[in-house]
């Protein structure tokens, strides 16, 4: 089983400000087959990445992707309030799948 | 646009069971799998299994098999978890998702998502 391991575990930003988010796997992830999604509280999650680096349908380009093998990242740009939320990562390049522990962004 | 909607909040006692429901729409609903996602209280997503409602090709993750069945009903483009003796520990918020965007491939992420159903177990 792939262990993610998500840092940091908190990130408190001001709007306008950059965040990047780390997504590191226990071994190397097939394909690069490793997404992030977004938890707002109360709601659902929702796809904001697949593939490491392709934006999901809706998706506004301040989300980015990057990253291949076992070090991933999510790059937010230009933050706004509403990107308050919990962030995961998930690798479905290999049974089972799994999800990392999740970050949690505030925004100040 | 696609849709899953899920069954209503449940409030059960430890060892009955529980079937809770999925209905898929705006979509080929046989033609993409559909899996269920487990987060307890507080804490992260568990990815439990998935089903393709063509064939009834299920997969589960082992923390979960054995534990709880995934069915669907493609007549009525519903999926469903259900739970022969619930424990209390079963108590969580439960997501129904769709594997996509390419349809027919289990090596996807979760593209949709259904609002949730909370199950809540106690004596």
């Known amino acids: 089983e792939i262990l993610l391991t998500q840092s940091p575990g908190t990130l408190s930003l001001s709007p306008g400000e950059r965040a990047t988010l780390s997504c590191r796997a226990s071994?190397?992830?097939?394909?690069?087959?490793l997404a992030w999604y977004q938890q707002r509280p109360g709601q659902a999650p929702r796809l904001l990445i697949y593939?490491?680096?392709i934006r999901a349908t809706d998706i506004p380009d301040r989300f980015s992707g990057s990253g291949s093998g076992t070090d991933f990242t999510l790059t937010i740009s230009r933050l706004e309030p509403e990107d308050s939320a919990v962030y995961y990562c998930?690798?479905?390049?290999?049974?089972?799948?799994?999800f990392g522990q999740g970050t949690k962004l505030e925004i100040k | 646009e696609v849709q899953l909607v899920q069954s209503g909040v449940e409030v059960k006692k430890p060892g009955e069971s529980l079937k809770i429901s999925c209905k898929g729409s705006?979509?080929?609903?046989?033609?993409?799998?559909i899996g269920w996602v487990r987060q307890m209280p507080g804490k992260g997503l568990e990815w439990m299994g998935i089903?393709?409602?063509?064939?009834?090709?299920?997969r589960y993750s082992p923390s979960f098999e054995g534990h709880v069945t995934i069915s669907a009903d493609k007549s009525i483009t519903t999926a469903y978890l259900q739970w022969s003796s619930l424990e209390a520990s079963d108590s969580a918020m439960y997501y129904c998702a769709r594997l996509g965007p390419r349809y027919g491939s289990t090596w996807e992420p979760f593209d949709s998502w259904g609002q949730g159903t909370l199950v809540t177990v106690s004596s």
């Open positions: 593939g490491a680096s």
């Open positions: 998930q690798q479905y390049g290999s049974s089972p799948r799994t």
């Open positions: 071994q190397s992830v097939s394909n690069n087959y």
């Open positions: 089903i393709y409602p063509g064939d009834s090709d299920t």
């Open positions: 705006g979509y080929s609903f046989s033609n993409y799998w």
